[in-house]
Structure formats: structure tokens, C-alpha cells
């Protein structure tokens, strides 16, 4: 019922920046939590950004200060503005949102993943 679809991935050079977005669709009541997370090759999917229905943000320590994470809640959409990225930013980038949503008759919670976007930063 729900759907997430990331935007904004591309190749960008090393100190350059780009501005990622999520945005969900679907029988939707609300979203809590959203957040952004990455996975480079070979590695594990790592949390990179967090944001709360109250817009409290929350960031892994290798992005702090270089990126941002917001939401317009009337378009259901999350951004994240990365700003001096490094190669080792390089990573498919995913949205995450935690959703409370109709099934039918049925008020149910879940998160649903976006299908991710490319991120390459060259050196």
C-alpha cells in the first residue's frame, strides 16, 4: 500500500555536493521516523541520517556537519543535502520511513525501503 522513491543520486566530484530525496505515496496516515541509509560495496548498510515526526535529527559521526537531513511532511518527503563529499561517501543510498497506514479495515505500522540511488563521489 505504501511505496518510496528516491531521487537525486549521480556522479559528483570529490568536495562537491547533492541533494537526495524520498518521497512516499500510498494509504498513508502519518510517518514517524525517516531516515537515509548507504551501502558501498563489500560493506555492510550502515544508518547515515535520521529525522523524527518532531523533525529531531539524529547523524552517523562520518557525515556530521557535511550533511542534512530534512522532511516536508505535507509531500511525505525526506531530503538529505550532502554537502564536501568524499569517496567514501561512494554507496546505493536507501530511504527508509517508518509508516502508519490503512489496510483496509486494518491500521497498520511498518517501514518501507526505497529502492535506492546511486552515489559515486571520484577522487
Known amino acids: 500500500q505504501v511505496q518510496l522513491v528516491e531521487s537525486g543520486g549521480g556522479l559528483v566530484q570529490d568536495g562537491g555536493s547533492l541533494r537526495l530525496s524520498c518521497s512516499a505515496s500510498?494509504?498513508?496516515?502519518?510517518?514517524?521516523?525517516m531516515s537515509w541509509y548507504r551501502q558501498a560495496p563489500g560493506k555492510q548498510r550502515e544508518l547515515v541520517a535520521a529525522i523524527t515526526s518532531g523533525s529531531s535529527t539524529n547523524y552517523a559521526d562520518s557525515v556530521k556537519g557535511r550533511f542534512t537531513i530534512s522532511r516536508d511532511n505535507a509531500k511525505n518527503t525526506v531530503y538529505l543535502q550532502m554537502n564536501s563529499l568524499k569517496p567514501e561517501d561512494t554507496a546505493v543510498y536507501y530511504c527508509n520511513a517508518d509508516v502508519k497506514y490503512y489496510s483496509g479495515d486494518y491500521l497498520q505500522r511498518r517501514a518501507y525501503w526505497g529502492q535506492g540511488t546511486q552515489v559515486t563521489v571520484s577522487s
Open positions: 500510498g494509504s498513508i496516515l502519518s510517518i514517524n521516523n
